[in-house]
T-cell receptor, first 114, second 115 residues
Framework: AQTVTQSQPEMSVQEAETVTLSCTYD???????LFWYKQPPSRQMILVIR??????QNATENRFSVNFQKAAKSFSLKISDSQLGDAAMYFC???????????FGKGTKLTVNP | KAGVTQTPRYLIKTRGQQVTLSCSPI?????VSWYQQTPGQGLQFLFE???????NKGNFPGRFSGRQFSNSRSEMNVSTLELGDSALYLC??????????????FGQGTRLTVV
């Protein structure tokens, strides 16, 4: 069975600073994908960044980047130059290749202080 | 391009009743997945439909069912509602499914409260 663990229920960061959200996962498969989703108060889940397990290079999307440590099964999200609009719940998710089922962590609530 | 649309946004039902939630995927998307989100259990996969066929199912009782129509719109039904069914129900669509790592686009959800 696949599991995703987010050990930080809440995090806070000052505007313009950098914050890192942690995620660890467990899967016995070699073909899988990892995602970070953002859920603002509007409730709509928005994809922030994705990583293919077979790629060694860490994914980057503008101010968002990941640190993918495959051997340690770790997938952290770094948000640089934090903005007020980044405040939201962040969910780490695992998708096994060939499956349609996303397995989510419990989420980290990020607060951005002005 | 319109996003994923879920109706209704809010719903209050009484224990024992049944409820039907609707999801209209992004135009051209043929895969629709449903998730239940609760504070205690987090986000859990309910089922996924593609071309009117259920391809995947999560660990939920038979009271939870769904279907997909020829235009890819999907409905999920919960019968004999229990207090524990109170949750945010999220629908996600993708072109042909997410098994290849494709992005799933989520709707804003339906907040179901069972009293």
């Amino acid at each position: 069975a696949q599991t995703v663990t987010q050990s930080q229920p809440e995090m806070s960061v000052q505007e313009a600073e950098t914050v890192t959200l942690s995620c660890t996962y467990d899967t016995s498969e070699s073909d899988y994908y990892l995602f970070w989703y953002k859920q603002p108060p509007s409730r709509q889940m928005i994809l922030v960044i994705r990583q293919e397990a077979y790629k060694q290079q860490n994914a980057t999307e503008n101010r968002f980047s990941v640190n993918f440590q495959k051997a340690a099964k770790s997938f952290s999200l770094k948000i640089s130059d934090s903005q007020l609009g980044d405040a939201a719940m962040y969910f780490c998710a695992l998708l096994q290749g060939g499956s349609e089922k996303l397995v989510f962590g419990k989420g980290t609530k990020l607060t951005v202080n002005p | 391009k319109a996003g994923v649309t879920q109706t209704p946004r809010y719903l209050i039902k009484t224990r024992g009743q049944q409820v039907t939630l609707s999801c209209s995927p992004i135009s051209g998307h043929r895969s629709v997945s449903w998730y239940q989100q609760t504070p205690g259990q987090g986000l859990q996969f309910l089922f996924e439909y593609f071309s009117e066929t259920q391809r995947n199912k999560g660990n939920f009782p038979g009271r939870f069912s769904g279907r997909q129509f020829s235009n890819s719109r999907s409905e999920m039904n919960v019968s004999t509602l229990e207090l524990g069914d109170s949750a945010l129900y999220l629908c996600a669509s993708s072109l042909v499914g997410t098994s290849g790592g494709a992005e799933a686009f989520f709707g804003q959800g339906t907040r179901l409260t069972v009293v």
